[in-house]
């Protein structure tokens, strides 16, 4: 397992140096805004820090409050609240650029990935912001020393995160638990899964006894269906029109239905709707035999 504590990260040899020239909080940097959010209700755009921001996710905390985290090229998460919205506030900083952060389902952690071969976790508290000092961990993947992580994805149940590299053919799938005095952090590298090409869009499934199972997405026509549990796997060949020189069309984002019975897949000519569906096991089969049969189960 990879844990530790403390209020920042330590750079490694392998990672980009940090280099703060032109760096600056959201109040008195005379950088220009690269990235805006609109508010329709509020008719009102709002910065998401000082650079070129690669996701965002909205997210109501365990205190209720309303946030919107996003991961910049700044090698910073940043935070804002409404209905203020403006200015934000670093939740924290990162050896390198980040391109993805996400609040877990239960609110405790939140989970970063940028230009390295790492996940970094952060517990946070009701507020969604830092615990104290801060309580981080980071967890290796071992993919490899010049590989980057491109997005990542919370099961329902907040201890599996799944982790997609645009550079290499690998997933990786992560174990996240608590320790005992329930304020550290603790992680490992649960599963790796390779792939036909680097991945990207990755989703879990929200339906009950399948929070195991996630989504994750190759640029092109091909897309994997993999229990994190099990190791069980399926490749799905999307089928679509052509869309460029090449014949394929670019996969760009996934999501579940609330129940898990469908997959949504976002491509670069439509939008696919994919049914789910769950093979039975042995035993829940000879249940429904037994049912349907009328005889007594013994």
């Not at 609040?103 to 952690?109: A, E, I, Y």
């Not at 994805?153 to 982790?163: F, G, I, K, N, Y």
């Not at 670019?250 to 999501?255: E, I, K």
Request: hydrophobic share 40%; glycine share 8%.
């Amino acid at each position: 397992s990879n844990s530790g504590s403390g209020s920042g990260w330590e750079d490694d040899d392998d990672d980009v140096a940090d280099d703060d020239a032109g760096d600056g909080d959201a109040a008195g940097s005379s950088m220009k805004p690269t990235a805006l959010l609109f508010d329709r209700s509020r008719e009102m755009d709002f910065v998401c820090g000082h650079s070129m921001v690669n996701s965002v996710q909205v997210a109501r905390v365990r205190s209720g409050k309303l946030r919107c985290y996003s991961a910049n090229n700044d090698k910073r998460v940043w935070i804002n609240t409404p209905p203020e919205w403006y200015p934000g506030k670093v939740l924290c900083k990162f050896p390198v650029c980040m391109n993805d952060a996400r609040l877990s389902p239960d609110g405790r952690c939140m989970a970063c990935v940028g230009d390295t071969d790492s996940l970094f976790l952060l517990a946070v508290d009701e507020d969604g912001e830092l615990v104290g000092e801060g309580v981080t961990a980071r967890v290796r993947l071992g993919v490899h020393r010049t590989a980057t992580t491109q997005y990542l994805a919370w099961s329902a149940t907040s201890d599996l995160v799944a982790v997609s590299c645009d550079t290499h053919l690998t997933v990786s799938v992560v174990s996240v638990g608590w320790r005992e005095d329930g304020t550290t952090l603790d992680a490992s590298v649960l599963m790796q899964l390779q792939t036909v090409a680097p991945t990207f869009a990755i989703a879990f499934s929200p339906a009950p006894g399948r929070t195991s199972v996630f989504a994750v997405a190759e640029r092109g026509r091909f897309l994997h269906m993999v229990d994190a549990r099990t190791g069980a796997r399926q490749l799905v060949t999307l089928a679509h029109r052509p869309a460029d020189r090449m014949g394929l069309a670019r996969t760009n984002g996934l999501a579940f239905s609330g129940d898990g019975e469908r997959l949504y897949v976002a491509t670069s000519i439509g939008l696919l709707e994919l049914t789910c569906n769950v093979v039975p096991t042995l035993r829940s089969l000879c249940r429904s035999f037994i049912a349907a049969s009328g005889a007594v189960e013994s």
